[in-house]
T-cell receptor, first 113, second 113 residues
């Protein structure tokens, strides 16, 4: 039973570029959330997808967008990259939307130069 | 929005001793409180969680207590072992808030031989 898988594991981009990160949820899970974890900090909620729609959003600008596909997998897109976007991006999946345990993937380490 | 404070930021104990990490939250509507363990370079892993209708929960050497009146919750690890060394994060989720977790800033636990 595969857990949450994310790709790529590492990524280096230049300021102003765009990036797409991918996530496959744990088997049986239908909800995907994305978090940003800066070095030495706790994860910060970006948004949550359920039934292919963004259901909740954290305090992140519109440069951050996402998508969920019919198979529950998800993408996180970040446009016009800034140096401050350098972080570990974590995908987490769960069954349902309300307070069910989150299972995290290993994350994608994004470095913006 | 919800705010979660966590302390201490670092904690060093001798093997076999107990470790306690404390968190406070701001929104009385929060009703789900998970704890995650994150080893260096790895994903956050759920180690225990508690809901607001329960005051205490225990799983082997790990226990969590919740005081709703004071809006604080604590993680207790007994008989610590070197493999317990990691960063521990507390989190809180609002009622009806889906799976949007607000995380604390983390506690670096070091268990010394």
């Amino acid at each position: 039973d595969a857990g949450v898988t994310q790709s790529p594991t590492h990524l280096i981009k230049t300021r102003g570029q765009q990036v797409t990160l991918r996530c496959s949820p744990k088997s049986g899970h239908d909800t995907v959330s994305w978090y940003q974890q800066a070095l030495g900090q706790g994860p910060q909620f970006i948004f949550q997808y359920y039934e292919e729609e963004e259901r909740q959003r954290g305090n992140f600008p519109d440069r951050f967008s996402g998508h969920q596909f019919p198979n529950y997998s998800s993408e996180l897109n970040v446009n016009a990259l800034l140096l401050g976007d350098s972080a570990l991006y974590l995908c987490a999946s769960s069954f349902g939307r309300n307070n069910s345990p989150l299972h995290f993937g290993n994350g994608t380490r994004l470095t913006v130069t | 929005g919800e705010n979660v404070e966590q302390h201490p930021s670092t904690l060093s104990v001798q093997e076999g001793d107990s470790a306690v990490i404390k968190c406070t939250y701001s929104d009385s509507a929060s009703n789900y409180f998970p704890w995650y363990k994150q080893e260096l370079g790895k994903r956050p892993q759920l180690i225990i969680d508690i809901r607001s209708n329960v005051g205490e929960k225990k799983d082997q050497r790990i226990a969590v207590t919740l005081n709703k009146t004071a809006k604080h919750f604590s993680l207790h690890i007994t008989e610590t072992q070197p493999e317990d060394s990691a960063v521990y994060f507390c989190a809180a989720s609002l009622t009806g808030g889906g799976n949007k977790l607000t995380f604390g800033t983390g506690t670096q636990l070091k268990v010394e031989l």
